[in-house]
């Protein structure tokens, strides 16, 4: 049997409002929405943050918009919020819904396939297990940043760190093009050691 985990103790007993939506911000950009942007606080229209992908010369951007809550009644808050967003006339293509609170996947279904007929809008909620993952097996540095929780690192949280900060995109390939597979994995090996 595992132990009770100090991420959700911290995330129940320990962190602001204004801390969780900047912790939610910088999980969602490593987890591939790299041009969020920060709106949240107060007067945000219903939203904590937003991203604009472009999607070719002459095509409308997409946006993406973004909440985050820590309230125990969170479906209530993410019907208000939308309620907000589509009163000010924005017409997102996505909303991301990041809790605290558990959801069943039955819950989130249910919730995704109503988005989708009444507004259009992909929803996709990240609740609390997700936040447990992702904190624990991949971003450690995160739970101690925002939580104060001290995590031992992880096979996962080492290859992130490695995926974000050294072996990302074209100029990879390019710095590694005339290497074996043998040469880089030990060039990776020297330089952890280091």
Known sequence: MSNPSQVLWA???????????????????????????????????????????WRGKSQPAAEVV????????????????????????????????VTSRTVTGEKHEKLRTEWREKTGLDLTIRSREWLRLKLEEFHPDLAKKYLGVELPATVS??????DRFVLEGQSTKELFRDLSADQVRAAVIESTRR
Not at 14 to 41: A, K, T
Not at 75 to 92: H, N, T, V, Y
Request: hydrophobic share 40%.
């Open 11 to 53: 995330l129940d007993e320990h962190i602001s409002p204004r801390d969780f939506e900047r912790l939610c911000v910088d999980l969602l950009s490593r987890e591939g929405y790299w041009s969020i942007e920060p709106v949240g606080g107060t007067r945000d229209q219903g939203r904590d943050a937003q991203a604009i992908y």
């Open 66 to 97: 973004f909440q985050f809550s820590l309230e125990r009644e969170w479906e209530r808050k993410l019907r208000k919020d939308a309620a907000k967003i589509s009163q000010l006339g924005a017409r997102p293509q996505a909303m991301v819904f």
């Open 157 to 162: 949280s080492v290859a992130a760190q490695l």
